[in-house]
């Protein structure tokens, strides 16, 4: 889903990342008249704009704070058989997986994979590049699903102890079920593999991403990875705690990368447990 910021660092005389985003008209009717809030409609407008061309100057020039350019917090550090394990682990709790076989049961995945599947052939035709698959999959998934479709290439930031910025590769949203999806291609991955190019290994990454647009659109948010074989979908909440469980378990003194987003997940059940169970 990430696409390394620094490949869209601008001419160092703009001060800014210059980015081209994908955002049609049919995207921003649906963040305007689909969500029950207006603040990703007001990200997209910021991005978009023609004044800041992706990232607004003042992300680049604030230097109060730590800059980390991309959300980079794959899971490194393991070895085929740890990974095997993780990746049994998450499937049987926190991770869903759908394949082709599974064609129907989500609509959406269904879109994906059959997008995924068109563009695989479209690269081995050399219809187009291997580096031109993220752009043909954003287009083709703009057009066939019009309805859904919110935004391609979306560049989106967090300020906590450090800033973190990067690049979206898809932002999907159900009307029916009012949930937010962001969505990683990953061509170039295998779903069943324990190798390093295995999903598994992106999954903090992905979940990094889940969770800044949740504080963005403040909505129900899903994270999907998926190339033409299969998809991984899962909550951005869950899976950072047991991977991190796992990887404890392995090495004490392991400290994770993503530990900021860790806090901020702990927040958030903190702040929905006090108000759910105060007095009124």
């Known amino acids: 889903m990430l696409i390394d910021v620094k490949l869209y660092l601008a001419d160092s005389k703009r001060g ?3 980015v081209t985003p994908e955002i049609p008209l049919n995207g921003m009717a649906n963040a305007y008249y689909e969500l029950p809030k207006v603040d990703l409609y007001n990200h997209l407008e910021l991005v978009g704009s023609d004044m800041f061309n992706g990232f607004p100057t003042w992300i680049n020039f604030d230097s109060t704070f730590g800059m980390e350019k991309s959300f980079n ?8 058989d740890s990974r095997r394990t993780l990746s ?10 759908y394949t082709k076989a599974d064609k129907g049961e989500l609509k959406i995945v269904d879109a994906l994979l059959q997008t995924a599947t068109t563009v695989k052939w479209m690269v081995a035709s050399k219809l187009i590049t291997q580096k031109q698959a993220h752009k043909a999959m954003i287009s083709i998934m703009n057009l066939n699903e019009p309805g859904r479709f919110i935004g391609g290439e979306v560049p989106v930031w967090l300020k906590m102890k450090n800033m973190y910025t990067g690049i979206i590769d898809l932002l999907l949203f159900d009307p029916t079920t ?3 999806y962001v969505v990683d291609y990953k061509p ?7 190798l390093d190019n295995g999903f598994v290994s992106s999954i903090p990454q992905l ?6 647009m949740e504080e963005i659109a403040d909505i ?7 190339n033409d074989q299969a998809a991984w979908i899962f909550s951005p909440d869950d899976v950072l705690g047991p991977i991190d469980a796992f990887m404890l378990a392995a090495d004490n003194s392991w400290v994770a990368p993503w530990v900021e987003f860790l806090d901020l997940v702990a927040y958030k059940e903190y702040f929905w447990a006090r108000f759910l169970y105060r007095d009124f």
Not at 88 to 97: D, G, I
Not at 188 to 194: E, I
Request: aromatic letters at 12%.
């Open 73 to 80: 917090k794959k899971l490194k550090g393991l070895n085929i």
């Open 207 to 212: 979940a990094a991403y889940g969770l800044t």
């Open 16 to 18: 800014s990342w210059f």
């Open 220 to 226: 129900n948010v899903q994270c999907i990875m998926f």
């Open 188 to 194: 170039v991955l295998d779903h069943n593999s324990f």
């Open 88 to 97: 049994e682990k998450l499937l049987n709790t926190v991770v869903e997986q």
């Open 178 to 180: 009012k949930t937010l």
